[in-house]
């Protein structure tokens, strides 16, 4: 059973940076799993960030490119989501995700994913 805990979540400023991190169950790092973040605003559709396989490659949303910055830290089994350059437009609860890679792994097919943290809400004020 895969278990994923998300935090780091809180409200800044635009213009400001957030980490967050997801803490995740050790298999999950110890076999080919995909990993990603997903974000939903209020009154919106659920939509991918960022993508990371076993291997370590990512795929990001055009989105965020060159301002979210996704890396594993295997010491501390976590799954960490550098945000920086925010805007009120990044305003959303964060959910952080995990399925195994077979047929790949893509941001781009938040179905796929079969394991999903409960959410951490991230508020970017003007």
């Known amino acids: 059973q895969v278990q994923l805990l998300e935090s780091g979540g809180s409200s800044v400023q635009n213009g400001g940076s957030l980490k967050l991190s997801c803490a995740a169950s050790g298999e999950v790092y110890g076999g080919a799993y995909c990993m990603g973040w997903f974000r939903q605003a209020s009154g919106k559709e659920r939509e991918g960030v960022v993508s990371?396989?076993?291997?370590?490659?990512?795929s990001y949303a055009d989105s965020v490119k060159g301002r979210f910055t996704v890396s594993k830290d295997a010491a501390k089994n976590t799954l960490d989501l550098q945000m920086n350059s925010l805007t009120p437009e990044d305003t959303a609860m964060y959910y952080c995700a995990a399925n195994t890679e077979v047929g790949g792994c893509s941001f781009e097919r938040p179905r796929e994913f079969q394991w999903w943290g409960q959410g951490t809400q991230v508020t970017v004020s003007s």
């Open positions: 990371i396989d076993s291997d370590g490659a990512t």
